[in-house]
C-alpha cells in the first residue's frame, strides 16, 4: 500500500513524542486502542488554568506508520487551541490531511478518542468546575 | 459428529433452471439432471452444507473442497454454454473464498460474528461516532487495564529493541526479549484455549435452536468479540518481540 507523503513525513519526523507529568494537575493522559489493527495510543496535553488554552501536546503510539502520522498531526493540531476547539477536530479532518486510505480510517478515529479521552481525564481533574462550564456552553 | 439438525437455509428450495425440477437452494449440482447450477445467495456455512457452528471436521471440509474443485473447474465447461461457463468460475471463486475462511480458525470466528450481525471493522468508530454525538467520552472496546498492561509491555519491548539496536550485545537483552516472547506466546495460547471454549458454547446453544434474537446466543456472540479484540493487541506483542529477537 502506497502511504501518502504527508504520512511519511509525519512517520519519518514525528512531532511531539514523548510523556508529559501524568500527575500534574494540569495534564491530561489519554490512552486509546483501535482492537481492528491491535494499535495503541497515548495522547498527553497540558492546559493553562487560566486560558483553558492546550499549550503542551505529547504522544507515544505503538502501530502502523498511518497510527504515528494520525497522532503526531493530532498532537500538532491541538496545540495553541482552547480544550473546546479541540474538542471539534474530527476524524474525517485528520484523514483528508493525512490522504488516508480506507482500510486505514481506523488510525485517524484512534487518534480523535485519544484527544477526546485526554480532554475527559483534564476535565475530569478539574473536577465539579468541568460540568457546569459545559453546561453554560450547552444554554 | 452432531446429530443431524437440519440447516433451514438448505432446506430452503428452488428450481433447477435446466429441467425446472426441485432442489435444494443450496446445490451446487441438480439431482436429476446433473446441471451445474448458478451460485446460491448463501454464506460460506450453507455453501458446504454446514450448519452454522465453530467446531468443523477440517478433513471433511478438506474432502469436500478438492471434491468440488474437480466437478466445478471451469476446464470442464470450456464447451458449455456463455452462462454455465460463468458459474462454473464464480463457483469455483466462491468455494476457495469459503474454503480459505472456514479452515482458518480465526477466519472463520471473525466471519461467522459477522453473519451474527458484529461489524468487527466498524465498531471502534461506531463507538466514536456516539460519543461525539452525545459530546461524551468514547467507551473504549477494550477494557482501561489491558490497555495499561499492553502499552507498558510495548515500552518494554522497544527498551529492549532500542539496547539491542545500539549494538548493545547484552545478555540481559536478549534474555528480557525471550521471556517476554515466552510470556506473550503464553498469553496468546490461553486466548485460544479460552476460543476453542467458546466455541463449544456457541456450537451448543445452535444446538438448541436457538435463534438470532436468543440472548444466551447474543452473549456467546459478544464474549467472542471481546476475545478477539485482546486477541490482537496479544498477535502483535507476539509479532514485534519475534522480530526483535530475529533483528
Redesign the interface.
Known amino acids: 500500500m502506497a502511504y501518502s507523503d504527508k504520512v511519511i513525513d509525519h512517520y519519518n519526523n514525528p512531532r511531539n513524542v514523548g510523556t508529559l507529568d501524568k500527575s500534574s494537575g494540569q495534564v491530561g493522559t489519554g ?10 495510543m ?1 495522547l498527553q496535553i497540558k492546559v493553562n488554568p487560566e486560558t483553558q488554552v492546550i499549550e503542551d501536546a505529547k504522544f ?1 503510539t ?1 502501530g502502523c506508520g498511518s497510527a504515528i502520522a494520525s497522532s503526531s498531526l493530532a498532537t500538532e493540531w491541538v496545540k495553541g487551541r482552547t480544550v473546546d476547539d479541540a474538542l471539534t477536530i ?2 474525517t479532518d485528520i484523514v483528508k490531511e493525512l490522504a488516508l486510505p480506507p482500510v486505514k ?2 488510525c485517524s ?2 487518534a ?2 485519544a484527544i ?2 485526554a480532554i ?1 481525564d483534564w476535565k475530569k481533574k478539574q473536577g465539579v468546575t468541568a460540568p457546569a462550564a ?1 453546561e453554560a456552553v450547552k444554554g | 459428529m452432531h446429530p443431524v439438525v437440519p440447516n433451514p437455509e438448505t432446506l430452503a428450495s428452488q428450481a433447477c433452471w435446466s429441467c425446472l425440477r426441485e432442489i435444494e437452494k443450496a446445490a451446487h449440482f441438480c439431482p436429476h439432471c446433473s446441471k451445474l447450477q448458478p451460485p446460491a445467495d448463501s454464506d460460506y456455512f450453507t455453501f458446504f452444507g454446514l450448519q452454522r457452528r465453530l467446531n468443523i471436521n477440517l478433513d471433511a471440509l478438506e474432502k469436500e473442497f478438492y471434491s468440488l474443485s474437480r466437478k466445478v473447474h471451469p476446464d470442464l465447461y470450456a464447451r458449455a454454454s456463455a452462462e454455465e461457463q460463468r458459474w462454473s468460475t464464480d463457483q469455483s471463486s466462491l468455494l476457495n473464498d469459503a474454503y480459505r475462511t472456514l479452515r482458518d480458525p480465526i477466519a472463520r470466528t471473525e466471519y461467522l460474528l459477522e453473519l451474527e450481525g458484529v461489524k ?2 466498524e ?3 461506531a463507538a ?1 461516532d456516539a ?2 454525538a452525545q ?1 461524551k ?2 467507551q ?3 477494557p ?1 487495564d ?3 498492561e ?2 507498558e509491555l ?2 518494554q519491548l ?1 527498551e529492549a529493541r532500542m539496547g539491542k539496536k545500539m549494538g548493545e550485545r547484552d545478555e540481559q537483552v536478549e534474555k528480557d526479549l525471550s521471556t517476554a516472547k515466552d510470556r506473550f506466546e503464553a498469553m496468546l495460547a490461553s486466548s485460544t484455549s479460552d476460543l476453542h471454549q467458546l466455541w463449544k458454547e456457541w456450537d451448543q446453544v445452535i444446538a438448541t435452536g436457538a435463534d438470532a434474537e436468543d440472548p444466551l446466543r447474543i452473549a456467546v456472540r459478544d464474549k467472542m468479540v471481546a476475545l ?3 486477541r ?5 506483542l507476539v509479532r514485534d518481540v519475534n522480530e526483535a529477537l530475529a533483528a
Not at chain 1, 490512552?31 to 495503541?40: F, I, R, S, T
Open positions: 490512552l486509546v486502542g483501535a482492537p481492528e489493527c491491535g494499535d495503541v497515548r507515544k505503538f474530527k476524524n480510517i481506523h478515529v484512534l480523535e478518542d477526546r479521552a475527559g459545559v | 468487527l471493522e465498531q471502534s468508530r466514536t460519543a461525539r459530546g467520552e468514547k473504549q472496546v477494550v482501561a489491558l490497555l495499561e499492553v502499552f510495548n515500552m522497544e478477539l479484540n485482546r490482537s493487541y496479544v498477535r502483535n
